[in-house]
Structures are given as structure tokens and as C-alpha cells.
């Protein structure tokens, strides 16, 4: 079977999907994007990923062409005819083609694109031993500048603390603010255990508010494990007991040592095992 995608209203073999070379999307970054997994042929937290998708859009004032409930369809559409049944969805507007200026009066048509695909995650061995991570020199972008709540397309600050992460021989990196708090990692969020209490830096420290960060958050709370948002810099991450970060690729990971230093153990921890388990739960059923 050939993978479908969804482009410019319908699906069409992959081969097939295309978008303008005028598109603002392409020219300077101009869209948004949200990446879903399909859990078992069930789109996870679909309704929270439209959710913030719709968010971002009024945020950068773009006015997707299909509602709330249509996108959802069109999601769900896209899974079915690539009959995907464990994977991951790239969900993409643009501001659609235009004119070799920033005006957005001079462009038309923003694009949705859908892309079912399968996933790539860490190796699991990462998940048995914990991962490494370092803090990179590149701070997460100015939220007076564009907001990190905005999941837009233009990734150029992620991707250069991303550079600084494999020159250093890790998967992830730790981006601060401008203030030099604790924001983000370049693509997921990062959670500390401090006496048995979880912690995780306040959305306006500069963040994207995941969608697995939520779903995490509930889990521990279900489990009755304290959970705090605050600021967070990186003396507490070098003091904690335990440390992972969360994502929709990463799922739950553990971090064991942060620029060359160890943290807790040096082993992933009894509440992110604990987290992580309930997340299989939650996401495999069993
Ligand atoms: N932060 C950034 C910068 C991200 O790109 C992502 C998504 N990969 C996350 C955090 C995690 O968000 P989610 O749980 O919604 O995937």
C-alpha cells in the first residue's frame, strides 16, 4: 500500500504531496506544526494536540481554513487510509504561498498538511539505563521575542541546541532562559524528584506546554505523588534525586547525568520507573 498524505484538502500518494515553493512556510518559518502518536490505531490526546495547535495559531494570527472537528476528522482520516496502527502524525499549517516579503496580506491559502508515518525513538537500552544529557550555550527563545508556548515552524533555536547536544555525544540538551532558569530540553520537558515531590519548570519560564507533560502530570497526581511547577535552575537538577524528561517521541526517559555530572543514583529512579509504567499503561492499555 502507498502512504497517503494529506495535502491541499485530500489525500494523495506521498509521491504526490507537494506545496509551493512560494509558501511562507517554507520562506521564513511562517506556520505551526503539532506531532501526534496512534497508539494501537488511537490517535492519542488528539483533542489536546488541536487544542494547542488552534492556540498557536491565534497566537501567530493565522487563520486555519478547516474547524476544530474537521482537523480532527482529517487526522483521523489520514491514520485509517495509512492503516497505522502504532506511529506518528506530523500535523502542519502554513501560512500558505505568497509574495518574497514578510506581509501575510500578501500570501493566500495556508496549507494543511498530514503526515502518518511510523516512530523513531530512543534505543531502548536508554530507557533501562537513563540517558545523558549537557546544558546548552543557545537559551530558549526570548518569550517577548516568539513565545515557546507557540509551536511554530521555526525550530532554529532547538535545532541549535540540538547541534551543541550531538557535538557533545547526547540525544538531548538542556536550553535555560534568559533569566538562567531552567526552560526546556530541545524537544521535551524536563521533570526533577526532589524528597518526593515532582517538579517541573512553570510555563512561563519559557516552555512548550507538552501534551505528554500534562498527561504525566495527571498520572502522578493520580498516583499521589506532589507535583509542583516553579522555577527550576540547574543546581536543582544537579541536586535531585531523579530527573526525565517527557515528550511524544520520548514518551518517559530518565536523565542520569547532566554535563558530566551524576544525578541521584546515576540509575533511573523508583517515581520516573513508576511514571513511566503508568505511561505504557495509559497508552498500551494492559
Ligand atoms: N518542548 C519542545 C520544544 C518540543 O518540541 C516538544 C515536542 N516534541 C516538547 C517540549 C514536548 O511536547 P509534547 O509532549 O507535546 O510532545
Given at each position: 500500500?502507498?502512504?497517503?498524505?494529506?495535502?491541499a484538502g485530500?489525500?494523495?500518494?506521498?509521491?504526490?504531496?507537494?506545496?509551493?515553493?512560494?509558501?511562507?512556510?517554507?520562506?521564513?518559518?511562517?506556520?505551526?506544526?503539532?506531532?501526534?502518536?496512534?497508539?494501537?490505531?488511537?490517535?492519542?490526546?488528539?483533542?489536546?494536540?488541536?487544542?494547542?495547535?488552534?492556540?498557536s495559531?491565534?497566537?501567530?494570527?493565522?487563520?486555519?481554513?478547516?474547524?476544530?472537528?474537521?482537523?480532527?476528522?482529517?487526522?483521523?482520516?489520514?491514520?485509517?487510509?495509512?492503516?497505522?496502527?502504532?506511529?506518528?502524525?506530523?500535523?502542519?499549517?502554513?501560512?500558505?504561498?505568497?509574495?518574497l516579503?514578510?506581509?501575510?496580506?500578501?500570501?493566500?491559502?495556508p496549507?494543511?498538511?498530514?503526515?502518518a508515518?511510523?516512530?523513531?525513538?530512543?534505543?531502548?537500552?536508554?530507557?533501562?539505563?537513563?540517558?545523558?544529557?549537557i546544558?546548552?550555550?543557545?537559551?530558549?527563545?526570548?518569550?517577548g521575542a516568539?513565545?515557546?508556548?507557540?509551536?511554530?515552524?521555526?525550530?532554529?533555536?532547538?535545532?541549535?541546541?540540538?547541534?551543541?547536544?550531538?557535538?557533545?555525544?547526547?540525544?538531548e540538551?538542556?536550553?535555560?532562559?534568559?533569566?538562567?532558569?531552567?526552560?526546556?530540553?530541545?524537544?521535551?520537558?524536563?521533570?526533577?524528584?526532589k524528597?518526593?515531590?515532582?517538579?517541573?519548570?512553570?510555563?512561563?519560564?519559557?516552555?512548550?506546554?507538552?501534551?505528554?507533560?500534562?498527561?504525566?502530570m495527571?498520572?502522578?497526581?493520580?498516583?499521589?505523588?506532589?507535583v509542583?511547577?516553579c522555577?527550576?535552575?540547574?543546581?536543582?537538577?544537579?541536586?535531585?534525586?531523579?530527573?526525565?524528561?517527557?515528550?511524544?517521541?520520548?514518551?518517559?526517559?530518565?536523565?542520569?547525568?547532566?554535563?558530566?555530572?551524576?544525578?541521584g543514583?546515576?540509575?533511573?529512579?523508583?517515581?520516573?520507573?513508576?511514571?513511566?509504567?503508568?505511561?505504557?499503561?495509559?497508552?498500551?492499555g494492559?
Amino acid at each position: 500500500m502507498s502512504r497517503k498524505v494529506y495535502v491541499a484538502g485530500k489525500l494523495v500518494p506521498a509521491e504526490q504531496a507537494t506545496v509551493s515553493v512560494f509558501d511562507h512556510g517554507l520562506l521564513y518559518g511562517d506556520g505551526i506544526f503539532e506531532g501526534i502518536r496512534v497508539y494501537g490505531s488511537r490517535v492519542f490526546l488528539l483533542k489536546e494536540h488541536i487544542d494547542r495547535l488552534y492556540e498557536s495559531a491565534l497566537a501567530i494570527r493565522l487563520q486555519i481554513p478547516l474547524s476544530p472537528a474537521e482537523m480532527t476528522k482529517a487526522v483521523e482520516e489520514t491514520v485509517k487510509a495509512n492503516e497505522l496502527i502504532d506511529g506518528y502524525v506530523r500535523l502542519v499549517v502554513t501560512r500558505g504561498p505568497g509574495s518574497l516579503g514578510l506581509d501575510i496580506r500578501r500570501t493566500s491559502n495556508p496549507q494543511v498538511i498530514i503526515i502518518a508515518d511510523t516512530i523513531s525513538m530512543y534505543p531502548p537500552e536508554m530507557y533501562e539505563n537513563g540517558m545523558r544529557i549537557i546544558t546548552a550555550s543557545t537559551i530558549r527563545n526570548h518569550p517577548g521575542a516568539l513565545s515557546p508556548k507557540v509551536k511554530s515552524l521555526n525550530y532554529l533555536n532547538n535545532i541549535m541546541a540540538k547541534i551543541e547536544g550531538t557535538d557533545a555525544g547526547t540525544e538531548e540538551a538542556l536550553m535555560l532562559n534568559h533569566n538562567g532558569e531552567v526552560a526546556e530540553c530541545t524537544a521535551d520537558n524536563i521533570f526533577i524528584v526532589k524528597r518526593g515531590v515532582l517538579k517541573t519548570p512553570q510555563p512561563d519560564c519559557g516552555l512548550l506546554e507538552g501534551i505528554t507533560r500534562g498527561a504525566v502530570m495527571r498520572l502522578a497526581r493520580e498516583a499521589d505523588i506532589e507535583v509542583r511547577e516553579c522555577v527550576l535552575v540547574r543546581h536543582d537538577i544537579y541536586t535531585a534525586d531523579e530527573c526525565f524528561l517527557t515528550g511524544t517521541g520520548a514518551e518517559v526517559i530518565a536523565v542520569v547525568s547532566l554535563d558530566g555530572r551524576m544525578i541521584g543514583s546515576g540509575k533511573p529512579g523508583p517515581i520516573t520507573r513508576n511514571l513511566l509504567d503508568r505511561f505504557r499503561r495509559l497508552t498500551r492499555g494492559a
